[in-house]
């Protein structure tokens, strides 16, 4: 699985667009973007992924680049649940279960 | 649906002693999988199952066993703790390789 590179923290004031960006320079053509959040103690929540479209749902907005090499998490009105751990991994949809998470990106909102 | 639960919460073992994470989920999900968290740390993969009666070592299988003797469970065997082995412990589970997983809300374990 590639290797993804996000700022290790960052702040959001509440009510704000909240955007964390992942670089995923060495992505394969048949890997997927995933994202998930980690609130303190808790088990990895899954928000988002996507292949190459930009994605949408009811918790937040994923825009990956044309080539793929990086992407961007979108929380578009941060609240102070928001806070969090989030992580982006890179996966293929085949082969073994290792979901790699690496340090990910701490993100506090603000009030 | 409850989703994936874990008992216990919270353990604490003194070394050697032996003892068994319990996980099941209601979403009659083929893939379970079971990982550690150490602090600062990401989630390293233990023991993954496909389907019930199969299953495959992670990146971190030494001093764990798993069986799957149903799709619901997928318990976690600790055969002779270690102070090596505290760690926190989520057990997830997947419909399949093409679906998001779901993380249940983890055991702390503490080996003394």
């Known amino acids: 699985d590639a290797k993804t590179t996000q700022p290790p923290s960052m702040d959001c004031a509440e009510g704000r667009a909240a955007n964390l960006p992942c670089n995923h320079s060495?992505?394969?053509?048949?890997?997927?973007v995933y994202w998930y959040r980690q609130i303190h103690s808790q088990g990895p929540q899954y928000i988002i992924h996507?292949?190459?479209n930009n994605e949408t749902n009811e918790m937040a907005s994923l825009i990956i680049t044309e080539d793929r090499k990086s992407s961007t998490l979108i929380l578009p009105h941060a609240t102070l649940r928001d806070t969090a751990v989030y992580y982006c991994?890179?996966?293929?949809?085949?082969?073994?279960?290792?979901?790699?998470f690496g340090t990910g990106t701490r993100l506090t909102i603000i009030p | 649906n409850a989703g994936v639960t874990q008992t216990p919460k919270f353990q604490v073992l003194k070394t050697g002693q032996s003892m068994t994470l319990q996980c099941a989920q209601d979403m009659n999900h083929e893939y379970m999988s079971w990982y550690r968290q150490d602090p600062g740390m990401g989630l390293r993969l233990i023991h993954y199952s496909v389907g019930a009666g199969i299953t495959d070592q992670g990146e971190v299988p030494n001093g764990y066993n798993v069986s799957r003797s149903t799709t619901e469970d997928f318990p976690l065997r600790l055969l002779s703790a270690a102070p090596s082995q505290t760690s926190v412990y989520f057990c997830a589970s997947r419909r399949d390789k093409h679906y998001e997983q779901y993380f249940g809300p983890g055991t702390r374990l503490t080996v003394t």
């Open positions: 060495t992505i394969s053509g048949n890997e997927y």
């Open positions: 996507g292949l190459k």
């Open positions: 991994i890179v996966r293929a949809n085949f082969g073994n279960e290792k979901l790699t």
